[in-house]
């Protein structure tokens, strides 16, 4: 168990923050890298371009550390659609084809698959929501013979419910589909290993459980995955860069999956708060930030359920994040009530989401829950 790391993000007292699944607070030593970088560029007489490309590749090494991967699997990217559109573009898809998504599923990994099987003439397949709470079975049985591309989180982004994506990608294989993951949930707060999922394509943004700042993310692509069409053709993507002037950077940024980079990758400020934040996740590990989350979302589960609210099954649910379902459905505009009271959570629908942090206690649960029934 990690200790409580309050005192390690800009947390007023009164402030009680479970909302990690929508935005992550950044680290106090975050905001310092992020000040440093600000300077860099306000002084650009001096060798900052230099220094941001070499930290372009650390932070993809960094992030390739995090899910066991290596520095040339990884390619920077400004978002989840972002990477989601690189794999779209360079997975094929025939008409009579299958396409499988969850339903009501993360726009970022929804829409490009939509667009795709319409394009085709392809099969948009949606599991539906089962009762059970068992997802991993409900799309087991999606995936057919004619499926191409199976499309998925780790966990239902309303509200924590767990598929087992191990066993999905080994299906995945046995039918010849390509298996691509928004790990942009789990990511940081849950151990994620590429090569026992073998995803295809897997990307995060990490502006949530990666603690980096806004506008950011990783792809990874599978070796095999590594010669395809970029997005945008830029220095950085063109193979070989036959034509660079001798004043130009060197590199060889088109090597392995760096051919999806985004445009203006080298950024001084997103790069530097990003390493920083990773190389604090690496040093407290996902598996550990997971289990030291858990028992605030067990007690999360504990106090909805004494309370007849619905969470998903203890067997089907991640460890970081957890939504209710009420009876009789939601107060009226339940989150901002909250809020007023310092409380900070999302509504994702008829789902009240609670995502909580080391930096949250068991007193925070509990004023949560206080603050619930006095509007219920």
Known sequence: MIPNQRDQFDIPDEIVYLNCASQSPLLNSVCRA??????????????FRTEAADNAE???????????????????VPATSYGISVAARNLPLAAGQ???TLDNQ?????????V???????????????????????????VDNSTAIVALPPCHWTDGSALD??????????????????ATQAAGAAPIDVKRLQPDFLVSSAYKWLLCPYTLGFLYAAPHRQSGRPLEFHEWAVSGMENRSPDRLPGSAADGARRYDMGERNNPINLMMAATALQQLIAWKPAEIAESIKPLTERVAAAARDRGYAVPPDAHRVAHYIGMRMPNGLPDRADERLAEKNIHISLRGDSLRVSPHIFNTAEDIDRLFAELDRIT
């Open 58 to 76: 650390r932070t993809r090494g960094l992030f390739a550390q995090l899910i066991g991967a290596t520095a040339n699997d990884i390619a920077i």
């Open 165 to 182: 994506l191990e066993a999905i990608g080994e299906r995945c294989r046995t039918v010849g589909a390509a298996f691509v993951i928004d």
């Open 116 to 142: 795709s099987a319409e394009d085709a003439g392809a099969d948009f397949h949606q599991v539906a929501r089962p009762e059970d709470g068992d997802w991993t079975s409900a799309v087991l049985g999606a």
């Open 98 to 100: 299958r396409v499988v």
């Open 106 to 114: 993360f726009p970022s990994n929804f829409h490009a698959w939509r």
């Open 34 to 47: 992020g000040e440093e970088g600000v300077l860099r560029k306000a002084h650009p007489w001096t060798d």
